[in-house]
């Protein structure tokens, strides 16, 4: 909104109030991400094996079996205890609870509730948060992954696993997207993608690291929750530093709000700015919000042609990253390697993928940043394909190939993950950004219920689901070529600001083909030639 970029450079937008919101910013990575794979850690599955009538100096199979190993044993008997091979004696959930064999879909069952609790929580917390705010859902994302967490500790049967699961997958993604969607507003645009990217590429990639370790220094699944859920009690304190969206006061016509949390802004980085200037920005806001719908909801996006062209692809976008990184995370096991070992390895990945993006995004383009990285997914994934096959064809399959494929798989996914998750929220008008952000991610963790049926085809034809994922990736970056460029412009507010954004751009226009151009002109040519003088967005971008 161009009243809130020239009233934020008044009041500072990277000065004392920014670097604050980015050090809480790092802190939501670090927590975000040891809840979000607390569903990983305490399912890791040890080696296994009956302990059924054992002999003497028996010694363990090499793989995980379900089959009693006495000599007097038969294929047909059953097992009713088994041993595990606990690596650096972390105890899991499954080993904990004998949910292995013919009681391993209980896991699975425990899995996938996490998932449907973050699809309902996501679209319901994004709901909440453009009527209530992103600050209160923020906190309270915060409190039901905490909660859901420490409820876990205390399942003993399946029922009260699957609850508690549901209660913790509720706040995955708010507990991130609201802080993301915070500090993105309030930041100089031409910081945010350095300054959001430095952030997750350093610390969520910290967390995913320490994450396995973590585990096993506290030595049980309950220990690994317990740990990591009680630093998330510190996130209702950010009500007290954090100040609202003033973007969203404005989309809901809170005028006199939005001008104090500016004001507050600007005592924080020591700027002095006149009240008069405060009162003209109430007035200006007022004046372009006169034919703004006040309660927009995310169904207003798709009321208008190129507002649901835009987010359809968004949506198709979000289910081909969000499934080629399933597969890809599933394609990493049974390789040889400490399960460990491996996640920490692949989470490597995340601060590598953030420095690209971080050298190239601000340069080429949200636009071709987000077809490129598709299409380099595309053809990391089908490299994979060929490399595996022959591989296989040959007989001769190593660990560190494998190893060494499903790191560089990681880290094509991740680029077109964390460009994609800016580029869905500068493209999303600000009265449906909360909504329509969470519904993007939601497509997404939707679609992974496919990722099991699409690997499964590789009974037919070994190299099949590389050929598919390979497909919809070249897809995805293909369709990305009609949605329009977000750099060096000023973020659609309303609906109407959204329907005409990047209105004369062509599928070809890039960011780096262009010249820096007034952003009001790219954003409504009508209203351009009124304010034609009044700012030019290169100034800040």
Request: charged letters at 15%; proline letters at 4%.
């Amino acid at each position: 909104m161009l009243e809130v970029d020239k009233m934020l450079e008044k009041c500072g937008d990277f000065s004392r109030m920014q670097w604050l919101m980015l050090l809480l910013f790092s802190l939501i990575n670090l927590l975000s991400a040891l809840h979000y794979y607390s569903q990983t850690i305490i399912s890791f599955v040890p080696k296994y094996w009956c302990a059924d009538d054992l002999p003497p100096g028996f010694e363990p199979p090499q793989k995980s079996s379900c089959l009693p190993q006495g000599v007097n044993a038969s294929s047909s008997d059953k097992c009713h205890s088994y041993n595990y091979e606990l690596y650096l004696g972390y105890q899991s959930f499954p080993s904990d609870m004998n949910w292995i064999c013919d009681e391993a879909w209980r896991l699975t069952l425990g899995q996938s509730m996490f998932f449907v609790g973050s699809v309902v929580g996501t679209l319901t917390l994004g709901y909440l948060a453009d009527i209530l705010g992103r600050v209160p859902i923020m906190i309270v994302a915060n409190l039901i992954a905490m909660l859901g967490n420490m409820l876990t500790i205390f399942s003993s049967n399946l029922l009260l696993f699957c609850a508690f699961r549901l209660i913790s997958g509720f706040a995955t993604d708010s507990n991130f997207l609201m802080m993301y969607i915070l500090v993105m507003e309030y930041m100089r645009p031409s910081l945010r993608t350095i300054g959001l990217s430095i952030c997750i590429g350093i610390f969520y990639c910290i967390g995913s690291m320490s994450a396995p370790w973590i585990a096993v220094l506290m030595g049980s699944w309950r220990g690994y929750l317990l740990v990591t859920s009680l630093p998330l009690a510190l996130v209702p304190l950010f009500y007290f530093i954090v100040p609202e969206s003033v973007q969203w006061l404005i989309s809901m016509q809170k005028y006199e709000r939005a001008a104090r949390c500016l004001k507050r802004v600007a005592k924080i980085n020591g700027r002095h700015v006149e009240e008069r200037e405060y009162d003209q920005f109430v007035e200006d806001c007022k004046l372009s919000q006169q034919s703004t719908k006040a309660t927009p909801n995310l169904l207003d996006l798709f009321k208008t042609p190129r507002l649901r062209r835009n987010t359809l692809i968004l949506f198709f976008k979000s289910m081909v990253i969000t499934l080629c990184y399933d597969a890809v995370s599933r394609n990493v096991q049974g390789l040889g390697i400490s399960p460990f070992v491996m996640f920490s390895l692949s989470a490597t990945t995340i601060f590598p993928a953030c420095l690209l993006l971080i050298a190239l995004q601000d340069r080429i383009g949200r636009k071709a940043m987000a077809s490129m990285s598709l299409l380099i997914s595309g053809i990391l994934i089908s490299v994979t394909c060929i490399v595996l096959f022959a591989a296989i064809a040959e007989n001769n399959q190593t660990t560190t190939l494998l190893v060494t494929l499903s790191v560089i798989g990681r880290f094509g996914v991740t680029v077109a993950y964390n460009s994609g998750a800016q580029y869905a929220t500068e493209l999303i008008p600000t009265c449906v950004r909360g909504q329509g952000v969470a519904a993007v991610h939601v497509m997404g963790y939707a679609f992974t219920f496919f990722s099991a049926y699409i690997l499964y085809t590789r009974t037919i034809f070994s190299p099949l689901p590389e050929i598919i994922l390979g497909l919809l990736s070249l897809l995805g970056a293909g369709l990305c070529l009609l949605l329009p460029e977000t750099l060096h412009r000023t973020l659609p507010a309303s609906l109407e600001d959204g329907e005409n954004f990047g209105k004369n751009e062509h599928w070809y226009t890039f960011s780096f083909m262009e010249k820096r151009t007034q952003s009001v002109a790219k954003l409504a040519p009508g209203i351009a030639k009124s304010q034609s003088n009044s700012i030019d967005s290169s100034h800040y971008f």
